[in-house]
């Protein structure tokens, strides 16, 4: 008799359900550290495990891999004050990452080859860079890493860019930190009200950016 190869379809299944079930019986037999036990056993390890964690953050977040789990995390281990402060430093940090890379490979690529209606949408968007910014930030249904690539091959100025990066994430991951630090407390219903309120003035202030205006767009630095 032939046994079936781990190449087959039904052994995948097979090593798949083999490979839950002992998840299971592991979570079930392993005692787990609660919230607050796990926030204790970071604060043991001492400066190391922000700055680590600040790093990794700023690095990962490069990626197209959403920073959400980040912030919760941050609000679990370190308390909604230093999670906050990592958080933001660490967002800020990545978001100059990819978009310097952007700016550096594309060259503003927007302005050069892309349709009319895009490099006239393009010039909206750079002529109020700041607002432009912002607003995008504010909006938590865009994605993190492939905002800050795309605002890298338009003519944003740096400044603009950072200032509205470090402005416009700060009410989101306000939220999500406080999520993250709930698990060791109690939920808030004004995480909703900051998720509902920000992301709407950020949609109105896109669509206020990408109305025509009779101002030119200002150069790259």
Do not use: K, Q
């Not at 700016?103 to 607002?131: D, Y």
Request: glycine content about 10%.
């Amino acid at each position: 008799m032939r046994l079936p190869s781990l190449t087959s379809g039904r052994a995948r299944w097979v090593v798949l359900a083999v490979v839950l079930l002992a998840a299971v019986v592991l979570a079930l037999l392993v005692p787990l550290p609660t919230a607050l036990e796990l926030r204790d056993r970071v604060r043991d390890l001492g400066a190391w495990a922000p700055v680590t964690f600040l790093l990794a953050h700023a690095l990962v977040t490069t990626t197209p891999i959403p920073r959400t789990a980040f912030s919760l995390a941050a609000g679990l281990l370190f308390g909604p004050w230093l999670a906050l402060a990592l958080c933001l430093v660490a967002s800020t940090a990545s978001a100059a990452a990819g978009f310097g890379i952007s700016r550096r490979l594309g060259g503003r690529a927007l302005r050069r080859l892309g349709p009319g209606r895009v490099r006239m949408l393009e010039a909206r968007l750079s002529s109020r860079g700041l607002l432009s910014v912002l607003s995008a930030r504010l909006v938590p249904m865009i994605p993190f890493a492939p905002l800050n690539y795309t605002f890298g091959v338009t003519s944003v100025r740096w400044r603009h860019y950072l200032g509205g990066t470090a402005l416009g994430l700060v009410p989101g991951t306000t939220a999500v930190v406080l999520l993250g630090d709930a698990v060791t407390g109690t939920l808030s219903p004004t995480l909703v009200v900051i998720f509902v309120v920000s992301g709407a003035i950020g949609l109105a202030g896109v669509a206020l950016c990408a109305r025509p205006t009779g101002e030119t767009s200002e150069g790259p630095e």
